[in-house]
T-cell receptor, first 113, second 112 residues
């Protein structure tokens, strides 16, 4: 247990649906990350938030929309996804972006049908 | 050139042997380096981090860093079947060093 909690653990959604992934940590960390892990591909960094401000957007399509209302919570809003967006979505947090160790949540396994 | 590169493997070693995992990175300004272990179907788990050139030991694990060669490695001594997993190298890259970027991982198989 890393102290980073992601919900839901599994999600199946249609291409016209809108859904949100949630990540929560109460470790006192100020940086949070979204990653995508597809089968047989490296972990892909999607977004970085540091002190609630988005500092990196790694050329992610606009159908993925992040939101960081405070340093403890991070959301990934999903709409009009494609089947190739099916993947494991991982959230990580660390004390500050660029500093110290990052800890991962258990991930949300997303299937787009 | 990929920002963080690893040999995908699989790397197969017998139980009790030393497993050596390698990683190279492209950003000369990178300052911090991490090794994660990922079991199938699970999320990555941090096992080592290193910031300075040289070796850092923690139990059966030793991380080695050579910034001049842009190379970081992980040695696992007395390998156990439970060490069988994918090992991910991660590096902070980018101007602000915010982007924790991962290599593709090396799959390690330890045979009893």
């Amino acid at each position: 247990e890393t102290g980073v909690t992601q919900t839901p653990r599994h999600l199946v959604m249609g291409m016209t649906n809108k859904k949100s992934l949630k990540c929560e940590q109460h470790l006192g960390h100020n940086a949070m990350y979204w990653y995508k892990q597809s089968a047989k591909k490296p972990l892909e960094l999607m977004f970085v938030y540091n002190f609630k401000e988005q500092t990196e957007n790694n050329s992610v399509p606009s159908r993925f929309s992040p939101e960081c209302p405070n340093s403890s919570h991070l959301f990934l809003h999903l709409h009009t996804l494609q089947p190739e967006d099916s993947a494991l979505y991982l959230c990580a947090s660390r004390q500050e972006a660029g500093l110290l160790k990052a800890f991962f949540g258990q991930g949300t396994r997303l299937t787009v049908v | 050139q990929k920002e963080v590169e690893q040999n995908s493997g699989p790397l197969s070693v017998p139980e009790g042997a030393i497993a050596s995992l390698n990683c190279t990175y492209s950003d000369r300004g990178s300052q911090s380096f991490f090794w994660y272990r990922q079991y199938s179907g699970k999320s990555p788990e941090l096992i080592m981090f290193i910031y300075s050139n040289g070796d850092k030991e923690d139990g059966r694990f030793t991380a080695q860093l050579n910034k001049a060669s842009q190379y970081v490695s992980l040695l696992i001594r007395d390998s156990q079947p439970s060490d069988s997993a994918t090992y991910l190298c991660a590096v902070n890259i980018g101007e602000a060093g915010n982007m924790l970027t991962f290599g593709g991982g090396t799959r390690l198989m330890v045979k009893p």
